[in-house]
């Protein structure tokens, strides 16, 4: 197109020279006609690309790449809408300020954006600041994201639907777009729907392909497996009147004679139980259904045609008009559709009824006549003396089978007796230094080889060594999910790779469990050890396949380089596991060396286990009672009993200065219990002094008591010791309570539902807030967590999530208490909300039993 712009301006060339504005005028033209070749260029290449693109994220940038070469396009964004779910996927984003994650979007998240007014009007919009402040005024859209100069959008439009949108924004006042930057788009977003409908049509075809071969594939496999049965069946010996022969060949023997004097395409042999009333299909062989079809499996007797047999003890000979006759009057159920003639006859021996044998026919050119009923009649004698003849044959065949094995077990075993006992010593010697799973030396080789390194380097101290203890991150993990046995097979798979990761020279052993230990002898620095460490640490980051599966395992290390102040290696192995727990505690997943400071820890640590311990037998854990309103009045109806030491030795210790320690060491379950019967006798006092019968205390109990078979009893020895009525109990939990031992916690909830006590999740929405966990376990009360409530009137996520789970909560007949209150926002947001009961320091804060009973007299 340049080219024949300056064909056509060779005859101004003189004019050009005489004349400077004829020139500049030619100048502009030219670059008017440089500007449409580019476009041109760019449209050529969008077509192209709706044509060859198999990628539609490629394609989108591609787009993009485009347009940004004939106009500003450096804020751009594609999104596809779902009118029949409304939704918005935001396939393809670029801009300056705002910054959006590609995923699907609900509609309404789009409401009032220019976005959600051009895919509702179908119609492109060049939105410029005076449109946009007059759509605003038209209350046809307001504020969203960061505001722009100007915004073009244009719907993407497929059969007069509208399928998405795709939109430039400039945040400058020095870029505006034009008309002709609507036209580009336009046209742009015709060959996006092209491309798009394309790729679409084609993932559509290449699924359906994919299924009809899955289909195919089922057949064939279907089909290989009906093959099979057949060829092993006409292996075996021909029939004789011989009872020992294969019973399975006498059926499709009959079924060959029966065949050569009717039509047999379709035949059975059902065998009938007395018993437990079942049928099993024998033999049987169809033209319409399979081996696998429900109609020859093992079944109780119901309403079908083979029951019409055995029930009469008769021949039956049916057509189709006569199966359809017995269906209407509700003898039967509804023949198939393909059944064309039904012939069948009981098959008795000596007055017992043992089966049935059954002809099918689908074809309208055969149908059985008495002529067949008689002849079939005959053989059946046949079938059901050869079937009672194999049922005593079976039955002595087996009791000699069994006689005959017993006697080679016990020749076996004391034919094997020495051999198993040499094994068994040579074994135990192995199992006295070696650890069973794995074959690694064990604790007590590891000790020796340790102590051994310890003597060396006394009497050479240049000889240097470390210590290396290994604990698996997250095995625990594996085993609960796959199994002791995938378990098992880790920690074979661990052991094998850590000797190939270490020297030669080093020793790998197994303390147990999880915990390995490695020797690192004859060092020449400590940055080698750390390599080896290092080495670990990555190795064990990388996945292991269990099963079929990868799980990633990861593993924490104590470091210990020798020392002259060790002189045994059970203490070098304490404070290689001293620096192992503190590389747990800085991540996991990482190596720490022993420092003294360490052990310093460690130490305080078991001194306030001890002052614990003391504390739970002097009774010093008292209840502090946050009151629980009811929201919409304000009245208390109850109070959360939390725990609080005031220590003889330390004064008074916060919650989070003991707790973590006390749920490790499992010290918590005596403090849970200390906490309710103090509670009880709390609220028990405050009955008889105030009258306030309808109070009651809910406490917090430690997930490991939902373990125990014992709670509902604990609790019940509290309640019966402390005099209060068990629904003035509640007990609060956790979902970490639910993820374990499912069926002892639901029993132990069960029995605290039948006593009384009702049932509160704590902390509700920050853990796996599973739906079932509400369906199975017996809850009368969620606990909305804090993290969600402070502040909730300027988080919207945080006010959809509540409204959720208060709307979740009606649905379940469950009551909800919003936790952490600090303000009336907050407690008026969560009342609009439908949420009845409430707590939190803007209507309480936690208090000793005392003050909390001068409150209640005063407030009375």
């Not at 057509?319 to 009057?329: F, P, R, S």
């Not at 430690?702 to 609790?715: A, G, T, V």
Request: proline residues 2%; glycine residues 4%.
């Amino acid at each position: 197109m340049v080219k024949k712009l300056t064909d056509s301006l060779d005859p101004l060339k003189p004019l050009a020279n005489s004349n400077t504005d004829l020139a500049k005028e030619s100048i502009v033209l030219l670059n008017k006609y440089q500007k449409l070749q580019d476009r041109y260029t760019a449209l050529l290449k969008l077509n192209q690309l709706s044509i060859d693109c198999a990628d539609l994220n490629a394609l989108f940038e591609q787009v993009h790449q485009s347009i940004a070469a004939v106009m500003s396009a450096n804020n751009f964004y594609i999104v596809l809408y779902d009118q029949t779910l409304s939704t918005l996927e935001l396939v393809y984003h670029v801009d300056e300020k705002d910054e959006l994650e590609l995923r699907v979007y609900p509609l309404h998240h789009f409401e009032g954006s220019m976005t959600n007014f051009v895919i509702e009007s179908g119609k492109a919009l060049l939105a410029t600041p005076e449109v946009v402040a007059q759509l605003e005024q038209d209350k046809k859209i307001k504020s969203v994201g960061a505001e722009s100069i100007d915004w073009l959008g244009v719907p993407l439009i497929h059969d007069g639907f509208v399928i998405g949108l795709m939109a430039v924004q400039s945040y400058s006042a020095e870029t505006r777009y034009q008309e002709s930057e609507l036209d580009l788009l336009e046209f742009t977003a015709q060959h996006i729907v092209t491309a798009l409908i394309r790729l679409q049509d084609r993932g559509r075809l290449k699924a359906a392909v994919d299924a009809r071969t899955r289909e195919l594939m089922q057949q064939i496999r279907d089909r290989e497996k009906a093959e099979l049965l057949q060829e092993s069946l006409y292996r075996i010996s021909e029939l004789t009147n011989d009872p020992d022969l294969d019973i399975d060949i006498f059926y499709s023997m009959v079924h060959n004679i029966v065949g050569q004097l009717i039509n047999a395409e379709n035949f059975y042999i059902a065998k009938y139980n007395a018993v437990d009333e079942e049928l099993f299909f024998a033999y049987f062989l169809d033209q319409k259904l399979n081996t696998n079809d429900e109609h020859y499996q093992p079944r109780k007797l119901s309403n079908r045609f083979t029951e019409l047999v055995l029930r009469s003890g008769e021949t039956v000979l049916l057509d189709q008009q006569a199966m359809l006759a017995l269906h209407q009057q509700g003898k039967t159920i509804k023949p198939g559709a393909n059944v064309v003639s039904w012939l069948g006859v009981p098959l008795i021996h000596s007055g017992e009824m043992l089966g049935a044998m059954v002809l099918q026919s689908y074809q309208q050119s055969i149908n059985f006549s008495e002529q067949d009923a008689e002849l079939l009649r005959f053989v059946s004698r046949h079938v059901a003396s050869a079937m009672n003849r194999r049922t005593i044959a079976n039955d002595e065949r087996k009791a000699h089978e069994l006689l005959e094995y017993q006697v080679k077990l016990r020749t076996a075993a004391l034919e094997d007796e020495i051999k198993q006992r040499k094994i068994a010593e040579e074994k135990l010697q192995h199992a006295a230094s070696h650890d069973i799973l794995t074959g690694l030396p064990n604790r007590a080789v590891f000790i020796n080889l340790l102590n051994h390194a310890i003597a060396c380097n006394k009497r050479r101290p240049e000889f240097k060594f470390a210590v290396l203890f290994l604990d698996l991150d997250r095995f625990k993990v594996v085993n609960d999910s796959f199994g002791h046995h995938a378990g098992d097979s880790l920690l074979k798979e661990i052991s094998t790779a850590l000797i190939d990761v270490v020297r030669d020279k080093d020793t790998v052993a197994r303390l147990g469990g999880d915990e390995f230990v490695i020797l690192v002898e004859d060092i020449e620095s400590n940055e080698g050890t750390y390599e080896i460490a290092q080495r670990i640490t990555a190795l064990m980051s990388l996945p292991f396949t269990i099963e079929n599966q990868s799980v990633f395992i990861g593993t924490s290390i104590g470091v210990l380089f020798n020392n002259e102040r060790y002189k045994s290696a059970d203490t070098m192995l304490r404070d290689a596991d001293i620096a192992m727990y503190h590389a747990k505690d800085k991540g996991k997943g990482r190596f720490e060396v022993f420092d003294s400071s360490m052990h310093k820890k460690v130490q305080n640590a078991m001194l306030l286990e001890n002052d614990i311990r003391e504390g739970i037998d002097n009774k010093e854990f008292i209840p502090y009672f946050q009151p629980i309103v009811e929201m919409s009045g304000g009245k208390i109806i109850g109070f959360e009993a939390l725990a609080r030491w005031q220590s003889d030795k330390r004064g008074f210790v916060f919650p989070n200065d003991f707790i973590p320690l006390a749920e490790e060491t499992n010290l918590v379950i005596a403090i849970d219990l200390q906490i309710l019967e103090k509670s009880c006798q709390q609220l028990k006092l405050w009955q008889q002094r105030l009258g306030l019968d309808h109070l009651y205390v809910s406490c917090n109990l430690y997930c490991n008591h939902f373990f125990s078979l014992s709670l509902p009893q604990d609790i019940q020895t509290i309640i019966d010791k402390t005099g209060v009525q068990s629904h003035q109990v509640r007990v609060e939990l956790t979902e970490r309570a639910l993820l374990e031992n499912s069926d002892i916690v639901l029993d132990n909830m069960r029995a605290l539902k039948k006593m009384g006590v009702k049932i509160l999740l704590d902390d509700f929405g920050t853990g796996y807030s599973s739906l079932s966990y509400l369906h199975r376990f017996p809850m009368d009360v969620l606990k909305i967590d804090r993290s969600f409530i402070n502040n909730v009137h300027e988080s919207g996520n945080h006010q959809a999530i509540i409204k959720t789970i208060i709307d979740l909560a009606a649905n379940l007949n469950m009551s909800t208490v919003g936790e952490g209150i600090e303000n009336e926002a907050d407690a008026e947001l969560l009342r609009n909300m439908g949420c009845v009961y409430g707590q939190g320091y803007y209507y309480y804060k936690p208090l000793p039993g005392d003050e909390i009973e001068t409150f209640l007299l005063n407030k009375s």
